[in-house]
């Protein structure tokens, strides 16, 4: 990463997973959910619809929203959604019994070789070890499986500056160019890059979608 050392900021990652224990609780406010989380979870559901895979996992689910409707619109044969929080996860298990919830983090996810046909994930990426992450999931993932990731591009500042002070100080946000580099050098071959399509005008909450295969 180039904006701070993966020491420094990784190490404080579980102040961060401690900030989302309490953060659960505002997180399913309705506006929020529409404006900011939704769109994004549209388009990772659209991208499994296309790559049919039956085993998926969800990484940094938290309170299990995303999770919680690829278990019931695509109904897989398994969902795992994995957290660092416990408080994002309380949340997340009283949601769904259709998914297995898993406290675990991105960059140690305990599932076997080729457990998962896809990996998703939605605004959690800039909190994890980037490569640390990407090497876990193209481990659990079978050979041409899907990988779709939605982070907040840091090319918009002034959306950068609405970040709450804990976010800005503990997490990175690749740019996309950036994303691209990564996911690459984690042996991965990307297929689509663009921003989510949302009702706001995309400066406002600049997210964009990396799709990759592995
Ligand atoms: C902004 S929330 C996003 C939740 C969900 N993906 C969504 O889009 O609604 C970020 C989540 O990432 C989790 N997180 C942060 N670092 C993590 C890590 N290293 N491994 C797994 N989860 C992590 C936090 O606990 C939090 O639940």
Redesign the pocket.
Known sequence: MSAMTEGSARAL?GL??HG?NRA?QL?NFPVLQRLA?RP??HEIIAQLRMSRAHRIA??????G??AARIARELRPQVVYG????VG?LKQARSRSDQVQWRN????DLGLPDGAVEAVV????FH???HAA?LAEFHRILVPGGLLAI?LNSPRSRWAMALQPPAVQGLAYFPPPDEMRALVEAAGFTITEQRPVRRPLPNSMVPDVLTVARR
């Open positions: 990652n961060v997973t989302w659960a997180y989380y994004p979870q969800d990484v940094g689910c938290g309170t929203i995303l994995c957290d660092a929080s994002m675990r983090r991105a960059e994930s939605t605004h959690a909190f994890f070890d992450a939605v």
